[in-house]
Nanobody, 115 residues
């Protein structure tokens, strides 16, 4: 079975840091791009950052310079290091694996940034 398990969320004060991790199994990890998405209450789910099979990264403008995505093909994990967190970063964060015609979502992890 395909599994994507997101972890690392929590409550942090503005300016603080969190590191999210997406642990995966059940598919050929190194062939997939992995993205972190987030969804705040009342808003649409949006892409935060992604990393493809060649480790090429993309970031949303709102997180550039603050968030860093990385992957470990030996451990089948993708991390999202989040620094200088802002209240507007509060959301449920999800990881997603994508390859031509195939995609898998993980369950979310809540990130709450207090002002």
């Amino acid at each position: 079975d395909v599994q994507l398990q997101a972890s690392g969320g929590g409550l942090v004060q503005a300016g603080g840091s969190l590191r999210l991790s997406c642990a995966t199994s059940g598919f050929t990890f190194e062939d997939y791009a992995i993205g972190w998405f987030r969804q705040a209450p009342g808003k649409e789910r949006e892409l935060v950052a992604s990393i493809d099979s060649d480790s090429i990264t993309i970031y949303a403008d709102s997180v550039k310079g603050r968030f860093t995505i990385s992957r470990d093909d030996a451990k089948n994990t993708v991390d999202l290091q989040m620094t200088s967190l802002k209240p507007e970063d509060t959301a449920v964060y999800y990881c997603k694996a994508v390859r031509r015609g195939f995609s898998f979502w993980g369950q979310g992890t809540q990130v709450t940034v207090s002002s």
